[in-house]
């Protein structure tokens, strides 16, 4: 029996998220068990590798073959489809990992489990930046959301050196509200296209695979 394509791109997901913990913990366990205000090299190396292996991860599930519309009004349908899921995985993984963390304090020299927030703050706005480019593109597939989208394209690529800055801590209100006003206006631009985007974050039944 063959798997439908939807499943294989959460399975894909799946391995890509999977993937990033794993090697994010292994980073926490290079440091010395006490949590130091700046990240090391080691660590450094792991953030690196696990933004690889997302990379590689979400190349096989932009690989995975999907239904071809055919007329008109079901590219259009699965353009808003695809840009959903994208934008709202890149909205999930941003409230999940970098806002709320931040707001909690947990970026700030000094706070409990510092090195290891900043470490999967700085995979998740590498995957955010990744889902939020494949959104933009998604949306070219619809007249409407394709304008609707326009005016954030300048945002989306401002997100891209980001992740560095998360990964050494070096952010603060400017950094985590640009990551905000970009995911902000994507889901106002979804709205103006009759879709919702809502913050999608990979669940532990999802991890299981």
Known sequence: ???????RFRRALTAAVLSCALLAGGATAC?????RG???SAEEASVAEAEQAMAASTAAMEAVAEPTPSTSAERQKFAKTRFVANASLAAGATY??????????????GAKGRTFALIKAAVAGAF??????????NAKGDPLLSKAVAPLTAGVEQLKGLGAKLRK???????IGSFENVINGVKDAGKKAGVE????VP?????RG
């Open 31 to 35: 440091g010395s068990g006490t949590d």
């Open 197 to 200: 985007v809502t913050d999608q």
């Open 38 to 40: 700046a990240v090391t």
């Open 169 to 175: 801590g070096e952010v603060g209100d400017a950094e």
């Open 96 to 109: 999940q990992w970098i806002i709320k963390p931040y707001q909690a304090g947990k970026f700030k020299k």
């Open 128 to 137: 955010a930046y990744n889902r939020l480019k494949a959104a933009l593109e």
């Open 203 to 207: 669940s532990t039944s999802q991890l």
């Open 1 to 7: 029996m063959s798997v439908p394509a939807s499943a």
